[in-house]
């Protein structure tokens, strides 16, 4: 069976902004680099990670173009796409498009709740806007309108909506949607599922966050996964669940980003009014990287 377009590792990409609001370039175009050298199958620039609840759109723009540019078409690299307005959405995506992007993560935000009819003409109007393979992503828990089955189901007949990850938590639902789409559209995992359990349903890979902080013992664990090795992908997933956990009980861009501070990558502080890692934290942090061999 030919493998999907996008499969594998794609490490949601954070977004270093200096004080003065510019990108950090240099500091991107580093760690894009070396997530390319460890092994990672994608790049996703702008995902939850990435903060793109609080960037500019030149601040959006920018970390696109350095990502494109580190990558180098080594990975293919899916940019996230979200607004409250699909005029917007459609806007970000074909710009994002003309720069050279691979694919889009569409998202949607909403202040007030959309129907499902509404959902769907976000989504489909992303997809009739572009060439690209759209990847969709669904996150009730910080989503005020979620993609219901019946909208996947509807989605998964426009043809470039290839891709789904969906952060609902419930491995069920994975189960319900992979039934749903009788094949036409691929499921990603979230960091906040085990990942070795979406691969085994059928999930082809995972677009998370961690990934930026672990992306050799991800790839690691991706491989045992694709070879049917589900001892040996255990074994890989039991410590990087450890991660996982820190990342749960605290917000995840500063603890991505307070951990490849202590890697070596000067990434900054999580965009105000967020927080940065308690001290408590950053050393929760530590010790789980230190026990996954990542520093």
Same mark, same amino acid.
């Given at each position: 069976?030919?493998?999907?377009?996008?499969?594998?590792?794609?490490?949601?990409?954070?977004?270093?902004?200096?004080?003065?609001?510019?990108?950090?370039?240099?500091?991107?175009?580093?760690?894009?680099?070396?997530?390319?050298?460890?092994?990672?199958?994608?790049?996703?620039?702008?995902?939850?990670?990435?903060?793109?609840?609080?960037?500019?759109?030149?601040?959006?723009?920018?970390?696109?173009?350095?990502?494109?540019?580190?990558?180098? %078409?080594? &990975?293919?690299?899916? $940019? *996230?796409? +979200?607004?409250?307005?699909?005029?917007?959405? !459609?806007?970000?995506?074909?710009?994002?498009?003309?720069?050279?992007?691979?694919?889009?993560?569409?998202?949607?935000?909403?202040?007030?709740?959309?129907?499902?009819?509404?959902?769907?003409?976000?989504?489909?109007?992303?997809?009739?806007?572009?060439?690209?393979?759209?990847?969709?992503?669904?996150?009730?828990?910080?989503?005020?309108?979620?993609?219901?089955?019946?909208?996947?189901?509807?989605?998964?007949?426009?043809?470039?909506?290839?891709?789904?990850?969906?952060?609902?938590?419930?491995?069920?639902?994975?189960?319900?949607?992979?039934?749903?789409?009788?094949?036409?559209?691929?499921?990603?995992?979230?960091?906040?599922?085990?990942?070795?359990?979406?691969?085994?349903? %059928?999930? &082809?890979?995972?677009? $998370? *966050?961690? +990934?930026?902080?672990?992306?050799?013992?991800? !790839?690691?664990?991706?491989?045992?996964?694709?070879?049917?090795?589900?001892?040996?992908?255990?074994?890989?997933?039991?410590?990087?669940?450890?991660?996982?956990?820190?990342?749960?009980?605290?917000?995840?861009?500063?603890?991505?980003?307070?951990?490849?501070?202590?890697?070596?990558?000067?990434?900054?502080?999580?965009?105000?009014?967020?927080?940065?890692?308690?001290?408590?934290?950053?050393?929760?942090?530590?010790?789980?990287?230190?026990?996954?061999?990542?520093?």
């Amino acid at each position: 069976m030919t493998a999907p377009r996008f499969h594998g590792v794609f490490p949601y990409v954070v977004s270093p902004i200096r004080a003065s609001g510019e990108v950090d370039e240099p500091v991107l175009a580093r760690l894009c680099d070396d997530l390319v050298g460890a092994g990672v199958h994608g790049l996703s620039p702008l995902g939850s990670t990435g903060e793109f609840a609080y960037l500019s759109w030149p601040q959006r723009r920018r970390v696109v173009e350095v990502v494109i540019e580190a990558a180098a %078409g080594r &990975v293919p690299v899916v $940019a *996230g796409v +979200a607004s409250t307005t699909t005029a917007d959405a !459609v806007y970000q995506a074909r710009e994002l498009e003309r720069l050279g992007c691979d694919g889009i993560l569409a998202i949607l935000e909403a202040y007030f709740p959309i129907g499902d009819d509404g959902v769907h003409a976000y989504f489909e109007a992303i997809a009739d806007a572009v060439g690209l393979p759209i990847v969709l992503y669904t996150n009730p828990n910080f989503q005020r309108s979620d993609l219901t089955l019946p909208v996947i189901e509807r989605l998964s007949q426009i043809a470039n909506i290839g891709y789904i990850k969906d952060a609902s938590t419930n491995t069920g639902r994975l189960l319900s949607i992979m039934e749903r789409v009788e094949g036409r559209m691929q499921v990603f995992a979230a960091s906040s599922h085990v990942p070795a359990c979406v691969m085994l349903l %059928g999930g &082809v890979g995972w677009m $998370a *966050g961690p +990934a930026c902080v672990a992306p050799r013992q991800s !790839v690691a664990l991706y491989e045992h996964c694709r070879r049917g090795d589900w001892v040996a992908a255990m074994q890989a997933q039991r410590p990087l669940w450890r991660l996982n956990q820190a990342f749960a009980r605290h917000n995840l861009a500063a603890c991505i980003k307070g951990g490849l501070a202590l890697q070596g990558y000067p990434v900054g502080a999580p965009l105000p009014p967020q927080a940065p890692l308690s001290a408590s934290g950053i050393e929760e942090v530590r010790q789980a990287l230190l026990a996954i061999g990542a520093l």
